[in-house]
C-alpha cells in the first residue's frame, strides 16, 4: 500500500492489518487482535477494547470472532499460510 496514496484520500484505509513472522501470524482490527500458529493451531483473541492490556484470552468463548479473524488473516495473506 502507497501511504501517500492513503493520505491523500485516493485509496480507502484497510479495515484490519496483518503480519505474519517465523511461523506465527498477526491479525488486528479496530477491536481485537488475534495471534495464531500458521497451522491453526493455539489462536489467543483479545479484546483491545476491553482488555487493552492483553491480559484476557478470548478464543476459546468467541470461536464465532476467532473464525473472523482467521479469514480476514487468510484473506491479506492471499491463500493458506506457510507451515
Keep these: 500500500m502507497n501511504l501517500l496514496e492513503l493520505a491523500a484520500d485516493r485509496i ?3 479495515e484490519q492489518v496483518s503480519m505474519g513472522y517465523a511461523y506465527n501470524s498477526w491479525c488486528r482490527d479496530e ?6 500458529g500458521n497451522d491453526g493451531l493455539q489462536p489467543h483473541l483479545y479484546d483491545m477494547v476491553a482488555d487493552p492490556l492483553q491480559e484476557q484470552d478470548l478464543a476459546a468463548e468467541e470461536q464465532g ?3 473472523q479473524m482467521h479469514e480476514k488473516l487468510l484473506a491479506d495473506a492471499g491463500g493458506p499460510l506457510p507451515v
Excluded: L, Q, S, T
Excluded at 477491536?31 to 495464531?36: H, K, N
Design 12 to 14: 480507502a484505509p484497510r
Design 65 to 67: 470472532v476467532v473464525e
Design 31 to 36: 477491536r481485537y487482535v488475534y495471534f495464531v
